[in-house]
């Protein structure tokens, strides 16, 4: 089994910052990309930023400049530092992976998901 479990969020004023942390354990065999995505009420889930095994990034343009994905190989976890919010970055934050997993004799490719983290930017 693999969870990915993250960190970080909470309630700040808008023009603050805040870190999200996104852990990934279990029978996993490598990692392919990780990413933040997030889901305001009454929207659809939609990618924040994403980056690649070897570090390659990709942000929404909403972000870009305001936004820093980064991740730990060694830790299996990706972060992301989010500077200069705005009320509207007001959303759950989901972390995903896309991951090969497995054991003794069979290994898989899947993609998985956090549980989210509530992050609101009051104005």
């Known amino acids: 089994q693999v969870q990915l479990v993250e960190s970080g969020g909470g309630l700040v004023q808008a023009g603050g910052s805040l870190r999200l942390s996104c852990a990934a354990s279990g029978s996993i065999v490598s990692i392919n990309a990780m990413g933040w995505y997030r889901q305001a009420p009454g929207k659809q889930r939609e990618l924040v930023a994403v980056?690649?095994?070897?570090?390659?990034?990709n942000y929404a343009n909403s972000v870009k400049g305001r936004f820093t994905i980064s991740r730990d190989n060694a830790k299996n976890t990706v972060y992301l530092q989010m500077n200069s919010l705005k009320p509207e970055d007001t959303a759950v934050y989901y972390c995903?992976?896309?991951?090969?997993?497995?054991?003794?004799?069979?290994?898989?490719?899947?993609?998985?998901w956090g549980q989210g983290t509530q992050v609101t930017v009051s104005s």
């Open positions: 980056i690649t095994s070897v570090g390659n990034t």
């Open positions: 995903n992976a896309d991951l090969v997993y497995g054991g003794l004799g069979y290994s898989r490719l899947r993609d998985y």
